[in-house]
């Protein structure tokens, strides 16, 4: 009894622990159940979001290609009109040029009948007019009892008679031009035998002299193989003469101011010591700077010794130059002060105004100072009036300045003042000597028809004008044309100028390759 009720109570309460566990699990599968329905309205929530998501990005999209495409479509119907437009404009023009070209033939045709019916016209005036010149032919044989050809022979005698007359008259003028020419060229052949000797008269105004302390600087000056007188002679323009003459060195040119130049770079050269083509370069151009600027000290204490104001700097610079130019052998600059003083004292004399009158004097000759901007062929005194003009100088200066050799016509008191002292001053015995200005001019001439050639870098006329020594550039000029610039240039001499014997022209080419160590 006892096992059996122990037993009744084990399965009693196993089937209770079995209700229990069956009313949790039953509780647990609802609780289950209502997570899973919750994740699955979770989840049908996101998936509608996410769908409006995408149907709203692929909306915005298509928008935006159809926003593109519509671009696109503009663009090409833009491109189709202007395509349509040219097309028209190309139409319109076609039928315009067909309309001329119509207009244009059918003025042609007028043309052409016109002309046709004229040239019609012309030929029967032509047959009216042989016609008629035949009965007039008649009718003057009728009247004069002659025939034509009897009436062509008499007029034949008549025109042999009067052409021997006029020939007589011809002949004997040819020959009175002949005996001027041939004086004038008497004189010609007697003015080139003087410039022969053209050096010798004129050695004070084209020879310096460069004194040495020894003769032992001449192989320096010299250098290695005449390299360093090579140098200085391409640098300057000055031909220089090293000989025999104890402690002295000459230096030869027409042009004063490269002389000075030469002269002035060989001191200072002998005084540093180096000599060499590179310092000799450099101390010449230091030179020409040094003279530029000596030139401008010289113009202003002239003006201020003349009493002279509110002179243009450029005619101030022209002023200095006129030192280193001469007129006729007369130095050009103490020419002009002696002008300037004569007209300042002739004007007081007369009442005019002297400072003027001093001032036109000072300037009347400015139009000898070289300039490359202006044509060698204009007369000096024109070439000065118009320096004075640009640079502001008074209408009675101008005008005296180009009247003092009758070019321009004379419009105030102060230009025969000038051109009276300018012969004054001009006139004094020794003062002038044409043979040397002729002499320089030629010299000058030679050295302008070098530089009218192209690759000219510079041109010196040497030997008394009997070698021209031209420097080219080497990028420009070649050796093959090197040779042939000197033979043209050699032609345009012995062509364009007058000269005595012959004249050398030596072409010089070299080319230089420079590096700077650092």
């Given at each position: ?395 009675e200066v101008c005008n005296a300045i180009g009247a ?31 043979v040397l200005d002729s002499y320089i001019q030629r ?76």
């Amino acid at each position: 009894m006892l096992v059996g009720a122990v037993l009744v109570g084990l399965l009693v309460g196993f089937a209770v622990a079995k209700i229990m566990e069956k009313g949790k699990a039953s509780k647990t599968l609802a609780h289950a159940k209502k997570e899973a329905t919750d994740v699955i309205k979770e989840a049908k929530k996101e998936g509608e979001n996410i769908k409006k998501d995408k149907i709203f990005q692929a909306k915005e999209k298509f928008l935006e290609l159809k926003a593109e495409h519509e671009k696109v479509i503009i663009g090409k119907d833009k491109k189709i009109a202007e395509a349509e437009k040219r097309t028209r404009d190309k139409e319109s023009q076609v039928s315009n040029e067909l309309a001329k070209n119509k207009k244009l033939n059918e003025q042609l045709q007028q043309q052409i009948k016109e002309v046709s019916y004229k040239s019609e016209i012309l030929d029967k005036k032509h047959s009216e007019a042989e016609k008629l010149h035949k009965s007039q032919v008649q009718q003057l044989e009728v009247i004069s009892g002659l025939s034509a050809e009897d009436a062509k022979s008499q007029l034949l005698e008549s025109l042999k008679e009067t052409a021997k007359t006029d020939a007589m008259a011809y002949l004997q003028s040819t020959l009175e031009e002949a005996k001027l020419t041939a004086q004038q060229e008497a004189r010609k052949i007697v003015v080139n035998t003087i410039q022969r000797i053209g050096t010798e008269e004129a050695i004070e105004n084209c020879v310096s002299v460069f004194n040495l302390e020894s003769d032992d600087v001449k192989g320096r000056i010299i250098g290695r193989e005449g390299r360093n007188i090579r140098a200085l002679e391409s640098a300057t323009g000055v031909e220089i003469i090293v000989d025999d003459t104890p402690e002295a060195i000459i230096l030869s040119c027409f042009d004063s101011v490269r002389r000075e130049v030469a002269r002035l770079s060989l001191h200072r050269l002998v005084t540093d010591g180096r000599i060499h083509p590179a310092r000799i370069e450099e101390i010449v151009k230091k030179t020409e700077k040094q003279i530029n600027e000596e030139i401008i000290e010289i113009g202003k204490r002239t003006v201020i010794d003349l009493g002279i104001h509110g002179l243009h700097p450029e005619l101030i610079k022209a002023v200095g130059r006129m030192k280193y130019r001469s007129s006729y052998g007369q130095n050009l600059l103490q020419h002009s002060r002696e002008v300037a003083k004569l007209c300042g004292v002739m004007a007081a004399e007369l009442g005019l105004n002297p400072k003027l009158a001093k001032r036109a004097g000072l300037l009347h000759d400015i139009g000898k100072v070289p300039n490359a901007e202006v044509e060698v062929e204009t007369p000096h005194a024109i070439l000065g009036m118009q320096w004075a003009q640009k640079y502001g100088e008074k209408k009675e200066v101008c005008n005296a300045i180009g009247a003092h050799h009758d070019e321009v016509e004379m419009t105030t008191l102060i230009s025969p003042i000038v051109q009276v002292c300018d012969a004054i001053s001009g006139a004094r015995p020794g003062a002038r000597r044409q043979v040397l200005d002729s002499y320089i001019q030629r010299l000058k001439d030679l050295e302008e028809i070098a530089f009218g050639f192209n690759g000219v870098q510079k041109a010196y006329a040497i030997q008394a004008g009997r070698e021209l020594r031209v420097i080219v550039e080497s990028e420009k000029v070649s050796d093959d044309k090197a040779a042939e610039l000197s033979f043209e240039i050699s032609q345009k001499i012995q062509t364009d100028m007058t000269y005595p014997g012959q004249v050398k022209v030596t072409v010089i080419r070299e080319t230089r390759s420079v590096n700077v160590a650092k």
